[in-house]
């Protein structure tokens, strides 16, 4: 990827009237997304967030066209749990998700199990995880993911980057870990924005009237910092929100009609 010295791209905002309208226009843009990285690169790299995110992602159940055996999927956040913990992302991500689908387990690549009481160790592994899907760390690289998917919610939150959060300024790591995220649980491990800002391509899907008021916030007074309008993918990445209306009821900021 060149970043040299343009801005970055604007977002394009999609709203959508219907829940079932978003979750098919989510998956379109998916396979799309999936379908030019194959073509190039021969596998599809995306990053998935826990939440509301997994059950966004229904449309991709049942549908012939997605090459689960091409995907590498990573978490772009994670709780400090076992993986079958009620709190796991990998575990919502599972039961709505890859439990329905024919994805290869070795795809998944999950947070280490057996490291949960050293959260040094825990992040590093994952950081390796990264590395080697990536190739090797410089200072002057960062993985780039074909797609990250993300959330955020009624704080203003992403990924497990939190308002006035010390990781909020991380720039050399890739993963990192907290202790006191205000959301429970405390002790999580989050992807950091070089890498978030480093994808082809993030998405965000955010739902409901409870996003409202944060979301006019995000696209209307980015100047505010908030974890979410800090995503703003180098160049040439794009960044896209897909939002129902009611969530985007207060926004200023230009809607554009669905279209690949
Ligand atoms: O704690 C988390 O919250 C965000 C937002 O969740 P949502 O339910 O409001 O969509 C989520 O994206 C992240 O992965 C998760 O760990």
């Given at each position: 990827m060149t970043v040299g010295h343009h801005a970055p791209n604007p977002p394009t905002l999609f709203s959508f009237s219907s829940p079932d309208s978003l979750v098919l226009s989510l998956a379109e843009f998916v396979l799309n997304a999936q379908k030019e990285a194959i073509t190039k690169k021969g596998r599809f790299a995306i990053a998935l967030s826990g939440g509301s995110l997994p059950k966004q992602?229904?449309?991709?159940?049942?549908?012939?066209?997605?090459?689960?055996?091409?995907w590498q999927v990573f978490y772009v956040d994670e709780r400090v749990?076992?993986?079958?913990?009620?709190?796991s992302n990998h575990r919502a991500c599972t039961e709505l998700l890859f439990s329905k689908v024919p994805i290869p387990e070795g795809n998944i690549h999950t947070?280490?199990?057996?490291?949960?009481?050293?959260l040094d160790e825990l992040s590093d592994a994952y950081e390796q995880a990264l590395i080697g899907e990536f190739a090797q760390k410089d200072a002057a690289r960062f993985p780039v993911f074909d797609l990250i998917l993300l959330g955020m919610g009624p704080?203003?939150?992403?990924a497990s980057l939190f308002?006035?959060?010390?990781?909020?300024?991380?720039?050399?790591?890739w993963v990192a870990y907290l202790e006191?995220?205000?959301?429970?649980?405390?002790k999580r491990l989050t992807f950091t924005y070089p890498v978030i800002n480093h994808a082809a391509r993030v998405a965000f899907a955010a739902t409901g009237k409870e996003k409202a008021e944060i979301l006019a916030k995000v696209f209307?007074?980015?100047?505010?910092?908030?974890p979410a309008s800090r995503v703003r993918p180098a160049y040439p990445g794009q960044l896209y929100w897909f939002v129902d209306d009611a969530a985007s009821a207060s926004v200023q900021f230009q809607k554009t009609p669905f279209k690949l």
């Open positions: 992602l229904r449309g991709l159940i049942d549908n012939p066209a997605v090459k689960w055996d091409k749990v076992p993986l079958d913990h009620e709190d947070i280490d199990p057996t490291l949960l009481d050293d704080d203003g939150h992403t308002p006035g959060h010390e990781l909020l300024a991380e720039n050399s790591r006191d995220s205000p959301k429970p649980p405390s209307d007074d980015p100047e505010a910092g908030l």
